[in-house]
């Protein structure tokens, strides 16, 4: 029992990765791809902070008479992480419309069709 | 003696907050179309929202919490009848009916066909 | 009363969440979105003071703006041609149906 | 926790793209909350700024450029979901090896991050360790994230910026003007919010030494501002108020500023982001050196934000010209 609720977060995580990975994968939108990506980063970010959790701390910031705090580092570098998956997807959706202005679709299938006709 | 009345006080405000948001949850879940669910929304939204915040008001002796707490009682109200008069306005210029409206047509068509 | 106050929070969000998912028009689900960001924000003050850190309230601010934001962002790109084909399609669904 | 594993389904299961960026935005808010029943203040704001806010707006945006219903694809999903299973069967596998949730004594726990929890209050004097840890311990980091952001805020403007025509702004400026008339009651209450969430924004600039906060998100909030602003008063407006080249000079002075506090510290006979020489006491000088560089993400992470949506919207009326034609 303590097994399963001290893994439980990480199983979570694994569940969501593999929902991600199979939009990612399996999805022929390629909005819906960088959705499914994002939902990835989102899995890899909350096992990150259930890393640094720490039980019966609070958050990092200094106060008189609390002693147990929970992990910063990880805090930090999924902050950082957060703001550089904001702005790849900004960079993916750019190239999505540009795609789009392109081929006329962002559908993955009828890009390979017309890819194949110019060739 | 005053510490009692605030605390029941406080109490008291937590459990209405409650007891409204969760019959917004049912109203939203329970109600036919869409305007009927944006009434069970907009209305437990503002009021369920104040309670549980003037709740936690009077929990609270710190001065800068209460501003804090302060100014999200105002954004709410400010912001959340705002953002459901929105939402009604852009769903009725797109075209979307009320329920009765479309039973009143639709009985309307049935006599004028009759 | 603050646990009982979140937890009522926590289950009035999965019922919206429940509403974000079938909600036959798209409009159903804006209002869903913006009630659960309501929701958050209280759930987010009431967790504070529960782990009896009230610093929390910034995030909440942060989320009552960022709702009422992205409520008005989506009304906002609602309104361009390629939705306004798609909401009558549906409708004129909805109504034969 | 299986909220997120409901609505991340419900986001498999759904063609209709429009749904599945609003059940992204839940997502977003979801996995923030989340993030503040683990702790994770600093980065719960974070990720409710930019995943529920930021994201979600720009997924609308490129859906409403695009088309929004989503076809099915001829391929079978079956290999892929035999890949995915058994990676998530190796993957779980791996968490039986894990600490348990919450454990203090975990690897993660141990090493290098005691002496963050234990010393930077004598060394930088700053309450908030993720912001002493972000700008001072790891300002190395920080600098090459604040990079990566400047270079995707120009990917984005090499992508999307160029043949836009002038002409296409007075014709979208009619439409829109003709759609403001209706939204009356939320520019007046916008109008009367925007110097709130600009001043908040600064608020949480300034005052993440002590509370949650920072320059990423006072960056992110203050472009949120304007966003709104640039949405509600037409894409023209916003242009002539916030004028594109002195967005972007800013966005590079943001990561100069940065990269100058470097410089400065290293001319000033200590290493490159040593803080410790801008003053005479150390403490002072690290507070100096947090102040300055923060202020130099949030104006890079504001400027960049603002780039990337105001391409991006401005590319609507150009796209649905071109599917006019």
């Known amino acids: 029992m303590t097994t399963v609720l001290g893994l439980y977060n990480y199983w979570i995580v694994v569940v969501l990765m593999m929902i991600g990975l199979y939009i990612v994968i399996a999805n022929g939108n390629l909005v819906k791809k960088i959705i499914g990506l994002n939902i990835f980063q989102t899995s890899v970010f909350i096992f990150y902070i259930s890393l640094g959790k720490v039980d019966g701390g609070t958050a990092p910031i200094l106060v008189e008479g609390v002693e147990l705090y929970s992990n910063p580092l990880t805090h930090v570098l999924i902050l950082t992480a957060i703001v550089v998956s904001l702005a790849t997807t900004a960079l993916g959706l750019a190239i999505v419309v540009r795609i789009k202005e392109a081929y006329g679709s962002i559908e993955e299938e009828e890009i390979q069709i017309k890819d194949n006709k110019e060739c | 003696m005053m510490d009692m009345v605030i605390g029941i006080g406080s109490a008291l405000c937590l459990l209405l907050g409650s007891f409204l948001c969760l019959s917004g949850g049912i109203g939203i879940i329970r109600f036919p179309d869409f305007y009927t669910r944006m009434h069970a929304a907009g209305v437990s939204d503002t009021l369920a929202a104040s309670m549980i915040l003037i709740g936690l008001m009077l929990q609270n002796p710190e001065m800068i919490v209460m501003m804090k707490l302060v100014m999200i009682l105002l954004m709410t109200l400010f912001i959340s009848p705002t953002a459901s008069h929105a939402i009604a306005k852009a769903a009725m210029n797109s075209g979307l009916q009320p329920l009765l409206v479309q039973a009143e047509t639709k009985t309307g068509d049935k006599s004028s066909h009759l | 009363m603050l646990i009982a106050a979140t937890v009522a929070m926590l289950v009035v969000m999965a019922l919206t969440i429940i509403r974000g998912f079938l909600g036959p028009t798209f409009y159903d689900r804006i209002l869903a979105v913006n009630m659960f960001g309501t929701k958050t924000v209280l759930l987010i003050s009431l967790l504070g003071f529960v782990m009896g850190r009230p610093e929390f309230l910034d995030i909440a601010i942060v989320y009552a703006l960022i709702n009422f934001i992205s409520v008005i962002g989506v009304l906002r790109f609602s309104n361009s041609p390629v939705f306004k084909h798609d909401i009558q399609e549906k409708d004129s669904g909805e109504n034969s149906s | ?325």
């Open chain 4, 1 to 325: 926790m299986a909220f997120l594993v409901c609505v991340a389904i419900a986001i498999v299961r759904l063609k209709d793209l429009f749904a599945v960026a609003m059940l992204a935005g839940i997502y977003g808010l979801l996995s923030a909350s989340l993030f503040v029943s683990m702790d994770a203040v600093d980065v719960a704001f974070t990720e409710a700024s930019v995943g529920a806010g930021i994201s979600t707006l720009l997924m609308l945006t490129t859906i409403a450029m695009t088309g929004r219903s989503e076809k099915t694809s001829g391929h079978k999903p079956l290999l892929a979901l035999t890949v995915v299973c058994v990676t998530g069967a190796l993957l779980i596998y791996a968490t039986l090896d894990m600490p348990s949730y919450g454990d203090v004594n975990s690897a993660a726990n141990l090493h290098v991050v005691q002496r963050y929890l234990n010393d930077s209050f004598m060394e930088i004097g700053v309450e908030n360790i993720v912001t002493s840890v972000l700008a001072s311990y790891r300002g190395f980091d920080t600098f090459g994230e604040v990079v990566v952001i400047f270079t995707a805020g120009i990917g984005v403007l090499a992508l999307l910026s160029f043949s836009r025509r002038e002409k296409d702004d007075s014709e979208i400026d009619s439409i829109n003007e003709s759609m403001h008339e209706e939204h009356l009651v939320v520019r007046i209450v916008s109008k009367i919010l925007i110097p709130f969430i600009l001043l908040f924004a600064l608020y949480v600039q300034f005052h993440g030494d002590f509370g949650p906060g920072g320059g990423f998100q006072a960056g992110v909030i203050f472009a949120a501002a304007i966003i709104l602003y640039a949405m509600l008063f037409g894409m023209s407006v916003a242009r002539r108020v916030i004028n594109q080249s002195f967005v972007q000079l800013f966005a590079a002075v943001g990561v100069l500023l940065y990269g100058g506090v470097g410089v400065v510290s290293m001319l000033s006979g200590g290493n490159f982001l040593d803080y410790n020489v801008l003053a005479a006491d150390p403490v002072a000088g690290q507070h100096l050196g947090i102040l300055l560089i923060e202020l130099g993400v949030g104006i890079a992470v504001a400027m960049v934000v603002i780039i990337i949506f105001f391409n991006f919207a401005s590319r609507i009326g150009f796209s649905s010209e071109g599917d006019k034609l």
